[in-house]
Nanobody, 128 residues
Framework: EVQLVESGGGLVQAGGSLRLSCAASGFTFDDYAIGWFRQAPGKEREGVSCINSLDGTTAYSEYVKGRFTISKDNAKKMVYLQMNSLKPEDTAVYYC?????????????????????WGKGTLVTVSS
Protein backbone atom coordinates (compact mmCIF):
# COMPACT_ATOMS: atom_id res chain seq x y z
CA GLU A 1 0.00 0.00 0.00
CA VAL A 2 1.02 3.59 -0.55
CA GLN A 3 2.51 5.12 2.57
CA LEU A 4 3.59 8.74 2.98
CA VAL A 5 5.14 10.06 6.19
CA GLU A 6 5.83 13.76 6.71
CA SER A 7 8.36 15.17 9.14
CA GLY A 8 10.18 18.40 9.90
CA GLY A 9 7.39 20.59 11.17
CA GLY A 10 7.77 22.77 14.22
CA LEU A 11 7.69 26.28 15.61
CA VAL A 12 9.61 29.03 13.87
CA GLN A 13 9.58 32.81 13.97
CA ALA A 14 8.51 34.88 10.99
CA GLY A 15 11.34 35.18 8.51
CA GLY A 16 12.82 31.84 9.48
CA SER A 17 13.14 28.58 7.58
CA LEU A 18 12.09 24.95 7.87
CA ARG A 19 12.60 21.91 5.68
CA LEU A 20 9.83 19.35 5.49
CA SER A 21 10.42 15.78 4.39
CA CYS A 22 8.08 13.21 2.88
CA ALA A 23 9.15 9.57 3.00
CA ALA A 24 7.42 7.40 0.42
CA SER A 25 7.02 3.62 0.43
CA GLY A 26 4.77 0.89 -0.90
CA PHE A 27 4.74 1.99 -4.54
CA THR A 28 6.98 2.67 -7.52
CA PHE A 29 8.24 6.14 -6.67
CA ASP A 30 9.08 7.12 -10.27
CA ASP A 31 5.48 6.53 -11.38
CA TYR A 32 3.99 9.31 -9.25
CA ALA A 33 3.73 13.04 -8.81
CA ILE A 34 4.36 13.97 -5.17
CA GLY A 35 2.51 17.02 -3.90
CA TRP A 36 2.49 19.21 -0.82
CA PHE A 37 -0.75 20.66 0.54
CA ARG A 38 -1.57 22.60 3.67
CA GLN A 39 -4.58 23.38 5.80
CA ALA A 40 -4.65 26.23 8.29
CA PRO A 41 -7.05 26.22 11.25
CA GLY A 42 -10.55 27.10 10.07
CA LYS A 43 -9.51 27.39 6.42
CA GLU A 44 -9.80 25.27 3.29
CA ARG A 45 -6.96 23.03 2.22
CA GLU A 46 -4.77 24.50 -0.49
CA GLY A 47 -2.13 23.21 -2.85
CA VAL A 48 1.45 24.29 -2.15
CA SER A 49 3.77 22.48 -4.54
CA CYS A 50 4.30 19.33 -6.57
CA ILE A 51 7.16 17.47 -8.21
CA ASN A 52 7.12 14.87 -10.95
CA SER A 53 9.26 12.06 -9.54
CA LEU A 54 10.24 10.88 -13.01
CA ASP A 55 11.39 14.04 -14.77
CA GLY A 56 11.62 16.62 -11.97
CA THR A 57 8.96 19.00 -13.30
CA THR A 58 7.64 21.23 -10.51
CA ALA A 59 4.69 23.47 -9.74
CA TYR A 60 4.04 26.02 -7.00
CA SER A 61 1.11 28.02 -5.75
CA GLU A 62 1.41 31.77 -6.12
CA TYR A 63 1.38 32.12 -2.33
CA VAL A 64 4.74 30.38 -1.94
CA LYS A 65 6.51 30.89 -5.26
CA GLY A 66 9.94 32.35 -4.69
CA ARG A 67 10.02 31.33 -1.02
CA PHE A 68 9.52 27.55 -1.11
CA THR A 69 11.47 24.98 -3.10
CA ILE A 70 10.48 21.37 -3.69
CA SER A 71 13.10 18.72 -4.40
CA LYS A 72 13.48 14.95 -4.48
CA ASP A 73 15.89 12.10 -3.90
CA ASN A 74 14.76 9.10 -5.92
CA ALA A 75 17.30 6.75 -4.36
CA LYS A 76 15.90 7.49 -0.91
CA LYS A 77 12.29 7.85 -2.15
CA MET A 78 12.13 11.21 -0.41
CA VAL A 79 10.61 14.57 -1.31
CA TYR A 80 11.55 17.77 0.49
CA LEU A 81 9.95 21.18 0.85
CA GLN A 82 12.41 23.90 1.78
CA MET A 83 10.45 26.81 3.24
CA ASN A 84 12.22 30.16 3.55
CA SER A 85 11.04 33.62 4.60
CA LEU A 86 8.17 32.08 6.51
CA LYS A 87 5.13 34.18 7.34
CA PRO A 88 2.46 33.70 10.01
CA GLU A 89 -0.03 32.88 7.25
CA ASP A 90 2.09 29.83 6.39
CA THR A 91 0.97 28.27 9.68
CA ALA A 92 -0.83 25.05 8.81
CA VAL A 93 -0.70 21.29 8.84
CA TYR A 94 1.33 20.26 5.81
CA TYR A 95 0.53 17.04 3.96
CA CYS A 96 2.32 15.20 1.20
CA UNK A 97 0.37 13.35 -1.47
CA UNK A 98 0.88 10.91 -4.33
CA UNK A 99 -0.86 10.89 -7.71
CA UNK A 100 -0.20 8.49 -10.56
CA UNK A 101 1.57 9.98 -13.56
CA UNK A 102 1.15 11.34 -16.20
CA UNK A 103 -0.99 13.76 -14.16
CA UNK A 104 0.54 17.25 -14.51
CA UNK A 105 1.85 18.86 -11.35
CA UNK A 106 -0.09 22.02 -12.18
CA UNK A 107 -3.29 19.99 -11.95
CA UNK A 108 -2.24 18.44 -8.64
CA UNK A 109 -1.62 21.83 -7.03
CA UNK A 110 -4.87 23.23 -8.43
CA UNK A 111 -7.05 20.46 -6.98
CA UNK A 112 -6.46 20.34 -3.19
CA UNK A 113 -9.07 17.64 -2.58
CA UNK A 114 -8.22 15.37 -5.49
CA UNK A 115 -5.05 13.52 -4.49
CA UNK A 116 -5.12 9.73 -4.45
CA UNK A 117 -3.02 9.17 -1.31
CA TRP A 118 -2.24 11.33 1.71
CA GLY A 119 0.13 11.35 4.63
CA LYS A 120 -0.96 12.20 8.15
CA GLY A 121 0.58 15.68 8.10
CA THR A 122 3.13 17.69 10.07
CA LEU A 123 2.34 20.94 11.85
CA VAL A 124 4.17 24.15 10.98
CA THR A 125 3.62 27.13 13.28
CA VAL A 126 5.06 30.52 12.36
CA SER A 127 4.99 33.11 15.11
CA SER A 128 4.87 36.86 14.47
Amino acid sequence: EVQLVESGGGLVQAGGSLRLSCAASGFTFDDYAIGWFRQAPGKEREGVSCINSLDGTTAYSEYVKGRFTISKDNAKKMVYLQMNSLKPEDTAVYYCTADLLPIPCTLVVGHPNGAESWGKGTLVTVSS
